[in-house]
């Protein structure tokens, strides 16, 4: 029993931070139908430019830092995508793949065997809940999540900004002729996404892990399951998609000792497993919208 | 469609036949086999004033900084050897390549460099080793092997230099017992990867876990996982002792880091490859200087034995920028000793062939590398070079180790068998 | 016919025979360092041009290439293994008939994957495949009998009545104009042969009814049902010529390299094939092959000819090596190619009269994507 709390706790804060990749995956597809295959390498950019300031710094600039850099990275890329106008989204997403490839190796190059941490003020400290432990980074990791998530749904629904999203992710033709301006949107888009990103990578650099290091970019393809099982263009399915890999994976993974006839890696591979299930059932996951499947 | 192959066919004929008539000159007397330069009898890799050896590592991928160091130690002992006149009056010179630990890659280089190098003197990865194992037993071509897979052993051409794996970890759970730091009836975890490295450290640590009358609680994870959270708790809710790591050392730092959080101090015992001195600099620096020790049959970068000594002063000369040392420098440097030893022998034979070379790295049988390793004896493929072990313990000093005690051997090995 | 018009008519066929019969002649006068890029060049072909056939004229998104080129390895390698061997599973099959039945497999893996790939469109399909890569790595890994687990497994020689066709060590010698030819040697020979095969019926399929169903298909769905194609068997076709080719590529790489692990066949590699049909042009035959010999040789020649590159830092050093620079290259030449060339470089070997018919991703109107 013990071992089933700890592992559903560690389950929703890894799912938390699952969630802040899967919404950066999908606000940016919102904003602009490209699947941005660079996320984990733009987490892994800003986080890297973060570990370069915090000793100078201390973590909250260096965080900051680390923020900007994930954004600037983002805009940059849709820029990219942008001088390949014509191009169809599908392409244009091939395109963040060449992008991934740059980057990676110059990451690569630059990292080299170095763990990149954030200097946080969480340290290792554990918090002691119902007699099972858990990071402090992992509890604030769900905490901020919540917050980011509860903000942009917010803002989603309240701000001219948001209403401007929700019209041309549903309707971009109407959008336009309403005179909502598709670059502001876009632009707003990539940039949330570079920085949700980023604010994921902060706490997967955290306790109770050593930091990043340059294979940590892969992590983005963990919440590619979680951005499919919610459905692309849904920000709610994101957050859903993201909590059900997160638990599905932690108790997969601690229970995998039973099971060992499905070897070493089924936690692992369980999220994709899911994911195909799901897509047989709803062939647009489970909050996506029907129109996606047409680009 | 049909014209067009037609055609394409009649030009094709045409001018393969115009090519021929011209009898232009093709290749066809390769260099090598049964020439002789000098005194001794040569095939490939030896002129008369050099011998070449091939460097075919990942200098990129996921052994990237470990290989850089190894690096070093074939350098140092090259500038050594170079410096008081080479082997066989010839100066040695590398062929580098970087493979990626991409098999692709590999094939392609060894293609390229197999008719230009008398033996590799610093071959790494498992599945490069695996592929490359038919051309390397067809060609002769004798190769220092850097790692202690037992799954090495067996080939003639392959040299392993000191103990295994799994032997490494029958005597370091030895250890453990013997120091008091686990008893009788507890239970010792083992985090190992996937592949041949973990697996071979997995049959000593089950074999010795048995012997020695504790429960064994092992999981498997793959070379690239980057979480292992739900393992360690897996580990704590069976109430382990002690943690074994045989993994890379990233997996060993969120062991290491995830350990405290889980209530887990414990000793946390790991292999040569596991451990980087970079651990030192992460968030889990404290546990690691708390808990950790290496078990391995090859002395740390710091200590004062001629060999330690000799490497720590070439260091700084072949080593880059930013390359920190390891005591991995110090297998590139036993490691070339022993090919050169082999090389050595050849010569003095006065047959310089692959062959040669091989055979007579088979007649070693107590090779002393300086101190880096007890005593190697290659006589037998089949056996490890040494089945002696010494612990050594995460210190702030340059590669990040201390060596505690002597070289020890468990009694348990006698009844091991793979 | 103008004389115009005859000499382009010959331009052709003549081309295409003096580059056969060039790269015939290319084991004369080059050593296996040369030839071994060669045939993992040509394998990638092979393997591409099914991509090209899937993406480009099928418009089916696939991340799913190298799971699809590692079951024509690994079958491969589980058909001519030895019998009773103590560390892997093998039929013992005589290599020809394995390597025929490994091509077979892959097929039917397509097409068993094809009923999921019916269901969903565009990106969903594109990143469900992605899915099928991981899943495929799990049994990799796992399934250690088959497949040696993470070490990997050795791949037999091809032998065709006992003479091998490729492998490190052939028992039966054989020299050419002077010139011995190895394992290498003979592969090349092996794969230029798959190559021309692949090519021409590639071309065949394209050009014919069913390449024109598939383009229909992917073009318009409603308007293809209506003509009497059934969509499901269209997409179902696609999915098993693709896989069908990669199994043949996915074999050509297992003989070339004597042995296969996982590291072979992950998601990277998957890329890396859609790289190379979006280099060349999406649905370009020519195109295909010209993306894969570039993403494919491009590493493996800078590394060759790393010492004598001048920029170019040591290797094992921190700065820019061989392995860094081709792939940032190759990264770089991704994204100036689709801002560029959005048709790939095939297009420039297009004239005009002939409009990219292929080309592209379906890119629906703004309204249809309302609807």
């Not at chain 2, 049959?297 to 000799?310: L, R, T």
């Amino acid at each position: 029993m013990q071992l089933f709390a700890q592992q559903l706790l560690l389950g929703v804060s890894l799912g938390a931070i699952y969630a802040l990749v899967a919404l950066s995956f999908t606000t940016i597809f919102q904003g602009t139908k490209v699947f941005n295959l660079a996320q984990g390498t733009v987490m892994l950019l800003g986080i890297f430019v973060a570990a370069q300031a915090a000793p100078h710094t201390g973590f909250w600039l260096a965080a900051l830092i680390g923020l900007a850099a994930g954004a600037i990275a983002t805009v940059v890329i849709w820029g990219l995508t942008l001088a390949a106008r014509g191009s169809s989204h599908l392409t244009m997403t091939i395109m963040t793949m060449g992008v991934q490839v740059v980057l990676v190796s110059e990451l690569t190059r630059r990292i080299g065997s170095d763990f990149l941490t954030t200097k946080d003020p969480w340290g290792a400290s554990v918090w002691h809940l119902a007699g099972v432990g858990i990071p402090a980074a992992r509890v604030w990791a769900i905490i901020v999540a919540i917050v980011l998530v509860g903000v942009f749904f917010w803002a989603l629904r309240s701000t001219p900004w948001g209403a401007a999203m929700r019209a041309s992710s549903e309707d971009p033709v109407t959008a336009e002729l309403l005179g909502i301006s598709e670059r502001r949107v876009a632009s707003a888009a990539w940039l949330i996404g570079g920085v949700l990103a980023v604010v994921a990578g902060i706490f997967l650099a955290a306790a109770p892990n050593p930091g990043l290091d340059y294979t940590s970019h892969l992590v983005a393809l963990s919440a590619i399951p979680a951005v499919v099982i919610g459905g692309l263009d849904s920000s709610e399915g994101a957050v859903v998609g993201g909590l059900i890999v997160g638990v599905v994976q932690g108790l997969v993974t601690g229970y995998a000792g039973h099971y060992s006839f499905l070897g070493a890696d089924i936690g692992a591979v369980t999220p994709y497993i899911l994911m195909v299930v799901v897509l047989l059932v709803k062939p647009h996951g489970l909050f996506g919208s029907k129109e996606v499947a047409r680009v | 469609m049909r014209k067009h192959t037609l055609r394409a066919a009649a030009v094709s004929v045409a001018v393969l036949t115009a090519v021929s008539l011209a009898g232009c000159g093709t290749r066809s007397s390769d260099a090598g086999s049964g020439s002789s330069s000098g005194d001794v009898k040569t095939d490939f890799g030896v002129t008369d004033d050099t011998i070449t050896l091939g460097v075919m590592s990942d200098f990129s991928v996921v052994y990237g900084p470990l290989a850089k160091t190894v690096y070093a130690g074939d350098q140092i002992w090259a500038d050594e050897v170079n410096a008081a006149g080479g082997i066989c009056g010839r100066k040695i010179k590398f062929d580098v390549q970087d493979q990626k630990m991409d098999t692709q890659l590999a094939n392609t280089e060894y293609a390229g460099m197999k008719n230009d190098v008398l033996g590799l003197v610093h071959l790494l990865g498992s599945p490069i080793i695996s592929s490359l194992l038919p051309q390397i037993k067809a060609d002769h071509m004798p190769t220092i092997a850097v790692g202690w897979s037992a799954d090495y052993l067996g080939t003639p051409e392959i040299a392993v230099l000191g103990t295994t794996y799994d032997l490494d970890e029958i005597n370091g759970v030895q250890h453990l017992v013997d120091e008091g730091k686990i008893h009788k009836g507890a239970a010792i975890g083992h985090i190992y990867m996937a592949g041949d490295f973990g697996e071979n450290a997995a049959e000593g640590a089950k074999y010795a876990a048995g012997k020695l009358g504790l429960t064994y609680v092992g999981k498997k994870v793959d070379a690239t996982a980057t979480d292992i959270s739900a393992e360690m708790s897996a580990l704590k809710a069976a109430g382990v002792k002690a943690i074994l790591v045989s993994t890379g050392p990233k997996q060993t730092a969120m062991v290491a880091s995830q350990a405290p959080s889980l209530g887990l101090d414990v000793p946390i015992l790991v292999n040569a490859p596991s451990y980087d001195p970079s651990l030192l600099q992460s968030p889990a620096a404290a546990t690691v200087l708390k808990n950790l020790e290496v078990v391995t049959s090859m002395v740390p970068y710091a200590g004062d034995s001629e060999g330690q000594k000799k490497i720590q002063e070439g260091f700084a000369k072949v080593a880059e920028k930013g390359v920190n040392p390891t005591q991995h420098a110090g297998y590139g440097y036993a490691g070339a000793t022993v090919l050169g030893e082999a090389i050595k022998a050849a010569c003095e034979d006065g047959d310089l062939t692959r062959q040669s070379v091989v055979d007579h790295l088979r007649e070693l049988d107590s090779v002393d590398t300086d101190g880096i390793y007890p005593a190697l004896d290659f006589s037998d493929p089949a056996t490890p070079s040494s089945t002696k072990s010494v612990i050594l313990k995460a210190a702030k000093n340059e590669g990040g180790l201390k060596q505690v005690g002597d070289y020890f051997a468990s009694p348990l090995q006698d009844g091991y068998k793979r | 016919m103008s004389e115009r018009r005859l000499t382009t008519h010959l331009a052709k066929p003549a081309a295409a025979g003096i580059a056969i019969v060039v790269l015939l002649l290319v084991p004369l006068y080059f050593d296996a360092s040369w030839t071994i890029i060669g045939v993992f060049s040509m394998g990638a072909a092979i393997a591409a041009i099914g991509l090209t056939i899937l993406s480009g004229s099928a418009g089916q998104l696939s991340l799913a290439h190298a799971a699809f080129m590692a079951v024509g390895a690994y079958a491969y390698a589980f058909f001519a293994g030895v019998r009773g061997d103590e560390h892997y599973a093998g039929l013992g099959l005589p290599p020809l008939a394995a390597a025929v039945l490994a091509v077979v497999v892959a097929g039917i893996a397509g097409l068993a994957f094809s009923p999921v790939a019916a269901r969903l469109r565009g990106f969903y399909l594109g990143v469900s495949t992605i899915g099928l890569v991981f899943i495929a790595q799990w049994v990799m890994k796992d399934a250690a009998r088959l497949t040696g687990g993470v070490n990997g497994r050795s791949v037999e020689p091809l032998t065709v009545g006992g003479f091998e066709l490729s492998g490190s060590n052939p028992t039966h010698q054989l020299t050419v104009l002077g010139v011995p030819f190895g394992g290498t040697e003979r592969l090349w020979y092996v794969s230029l042969l798959l190559l021309l095969a692949a090519i021409v019926a590639a071309a065949r399929i394209l050009h014919a009814r069913p390449g024109r169903a598939l383009k229909l298909v992917r073009d318009n769905e409603s308007a293809a049902a209506a003509m009497g194609i059934s969509v499901q068997r269209a997409k179902a076709t696609a999915f098993i010529l693709s896989s069908a080719f990669a199994g043949v590529g996915g074999v050509l790489f297992a003989l070339a390299s004597n042995f296969i692990g996982s590291g072979n066949f992950d998601l990277l590699v998957s890329m890396s094939y859609l790289a190379m049909v979006v280099i060349g042009g999406l649905g370009s035959v020519g195109g295909a092959v010209a993306g894969a010999v570039f993403v494919m040789a491009l590493p493996l020649l800078l590394n060759k000819f790393s010492d004598s590159i001048p920029f170019l830092a040591a290797p094992g050093s921190n700065g820019y090596t061989a392995g860094v620079v081709a792939q940032i290259v190759y990264g770089v030449v991704v994204v100036a190619v689709i801002i560029g060339r959005p048709e790939g470089v095939a297009s420039f070997f297009r004239t005009s009269r002939r409009a990219p018919a292929a080309g592209r991703l379906p890119t629906p109107s703004p309204a249809r994507q309302t609807l």
